[in-house]
């Protein structure tokens, strides 16, 4: 292979997360186009605000977890959950800080559980997320008694914690920034990235695999309870059926149509961010247009399958070319 | 010469598996010991039982002379003991200074602990070129890069850490003249610069000889013969093993 085709394709692969940037202002001008009204209300731009959000900040941990080479299937469930326990702790008297707390800490508690039967009990974590999927959401059904209840404190709060326009957002950027830190400049980070490119290396360097990962499963649990309150402030009503499969499969999307492959060592948290802003326009341009809402999961569905062999395609060119 | 690492009497057992049958073994002080035996002879778990990541059933070992009980693998390496294992716990998609720098990065000062990325690459260019090893550059990936290569930067990586005792899990394995060339002169380099003392687990009885300055022959969990790379031969050798095979279909 020749040195100048090299350097194209290693900028190209290095340039993951610039080329899914790319296709999403292309999909944007797009639908600008189609429909003036797409970005430059402030209405639609709250709304792919309010998409792109809870997928992405639930993206971001299961970046991480996919990098180390596992899934969270329950963060869905997670999600409703959190939210509960924040109102029943609240309507016990707890102050609202320390019972919005609780409710993440309840959150985290399950990403606990999901990490030691991982880590320590051996079970695949698809598996043990999977039973854990439907144990979290007969809970919080049960708790719940299957109705919606209202979420408690002042609008001040409520303002704050997702239900001004753009405070979710918000709070996702920060995510992001901080999440996006920690993969690329610290020990956590590149240690959670040895481990899934190369476990048994990473532990015979010594690194400590099994709680790190089971970190990255509390992460997952936190960010997924932490949403799911966001949401229920944001809308104003706390729904034992709100989140559930489709979000945490819209935040695996996001994940790997941002670049970040289900076979660990390797992942983005930012390409993670704009993935769900892709997933969110996609999801308010067909709706903007009036084109079938069902083809959005054709859409979807197709972009996921290019997204993946265009890692897989670009990463072993790139790999071929380096070997003199 | 003073001793560098002694095990004596190494038993280890896996359920009903016996892999280590009472092994000792003497490293000297800068010396280079070549470990051979056949697959399933107990070479890795001796290797692993020396490293700390695997504890022994029974048996001792000394580092320095002072006796020691190897507890985990970081354990091992605060004593100056360091390994490189045949799956050469490389991470593919990390860069070679962060492979170098695996579990001892570099840190900025501050209350954050941010990875030090500069400090590191530097660092991995000097030592990289002050062991002779020739890469187009520490940024790329390990996965972009020769078995000859990789193998050069999992030594250079257990040499930086100020290790005095290194232990190689087959170093020279699936590897063509020209990379196998490349990985003894940097072994004999190290040798030459005497800080080092080196156990190596070998297929190769040829290779073996020229590197090593002793040789110790593993047999199901036991060491069966020991001696001076310079008052043995590849003829020899054979004929131990030979012995054996005979011993085995005439039994």
């Known amino acids: 292979m020749t040195g100048s085709r090299r350097r194209f394709l290693d900028a190209f692969a290095r340039w993951q997360e610039a080329s899914i940037l790319v296709v999403a202002l292309l999909l944007i001008a797009w639908f600008e186009n189609a429909n003036h009204d797409f970005l430059l209300t402030s209405a639609s731009l709250e709304n792919l605000s309010q998409f792109v959000a809870p997928a992405a900040i639930i993206a971001c941990g299961e970046i991480m977890l996919m990098i180390g080479g596992e899934i969270d299937l329950s963060a869905g469930m997670v999600f409703a959950l959190a939210p509960f326990v924040m109102y029943f702790a609240a309507d016990a008297g707890i102050p609202l800080v320390p019972a919005l707390i609780l409710g993440i800490l309840a959150a985290g508690a399950v990403g606990l559980v999901n990490g030691v039967v991982t880590l320590i009990l051996g079970v695949p974590s698809f598996v043990t997320t999977l039973g854990t999927l439907f144990l979290v959401n007969g809970l919080t059904l049960t708790i719940s008694h299957g109705t919606p209840v209202t979420p408690p404190g002042s609008p001040a709060f409520a303002e704050v914690m997702g239900a001004w326009g753009y405070s979710e957002i918000l709070w996702t950027l920060l995510v992001v920034v901080v999440l996006h830190g920690v993969l690329r400049h610290t020990r956590w980070g590149l240690h959670t990235i040895a481990s899934g490119a190369n476990e048994t290396g990473a532990r015979e360097a010594g690194i400590h695999v099994t709680r790190l990962k089971i970190g990255n499963f509390v992460l997952v649990g936190v960010l997924s309870g932490f949403t799911g309150c966001l949401e229920a402030f944001r809308i104003g009503s706390i729904d034992p059926q709100a989140g559930g499969n489709q979000i945490m499969f819209l935040a695996v999307a996001a994940g790997v149509i941002g670049g970040t492959p289900l076979a660990g060592g390797s992942g983005t948290i930012i390409g993670g961010l704009i993935g769900a802003l892709v997933l969110g326009v996609l999801n308010d341009g067909f709706t903007l247009i009036g084109i079938n809402a069902f083809l959005f999961n054709i859409i979807l569905g197709a972009a996921i399958l290019a997204a993946m062999l265009f890692n897989i395609y670009i990463t072993r060119l790139a790999r071929k070319g380096g070997r003199a | ?251």
């Open chain 2, 1 to 251: 010469m003073t001793e560098a690492l002694r095990a004596e009497n190494l038993t280890k057992r896996f359920g009903a598996v016996t892999a280590l049958d009472g092994v000792s073994l003497t490293l000297r002080q800068g010396e280079i010991l070549g470990i051979l035996g056949d697959n399933g002879a107990g070479k890795s778990t001796l290797m692993k039982i020396l490293t700390g990541y695997e504890t022994p059933t029974n048996g001792q070992l000394f580092v320095d002379g002072r006796e020691v009980s190897l507890h985990s693998v970081d354990h091992a390496r605060s004593l100056g003991i360091e390994c490189v294992y045949q799956d050469l716990a490389l991470a593919n998609s990390l860069s070679v200074y962060h492979n170098m720098f695996l579990n001892r990065e570099i840190l900025r000062a501050g209350p954050l602990r941010l990875l030090d990325n500069r400090a590191m690459r530097r660092r991995a260019t000097e030592c990289l070129e002050g062991m002779g090893v020739q890469i187009p550059s520490v940024d790329l990936p390990v996965e972009r890069l020769s078995g000859g290569q990789r193998q050069a930067i999992a030594v250079a990586r257990a040499v930086n850490s100020d290790a005095r005792i290194l232990l190689l899990d087959e170093p020279l394995a699936a590897m063509g003249a020209r990379e196998a060339g490349l990985i003894i002169d940097l072994l004999l380099r190290l040798k030459r610069e005497g800080r080092l003392s080196i156990a190596m687990i070998m297929h190769n009885y040829a290779q073996t000889l020229d590197i090593a300055d002793r040789i110790m022959l593993m047999q199901h969990g036991r060491v069966t013969y020991e001696k001076d790379a310079g008052a043995t031969s590849v003829q020899e050798l054979m004929e131990i093993v030979r012995r054996e095979y005979r011993a085995v279909r005439g039994g």
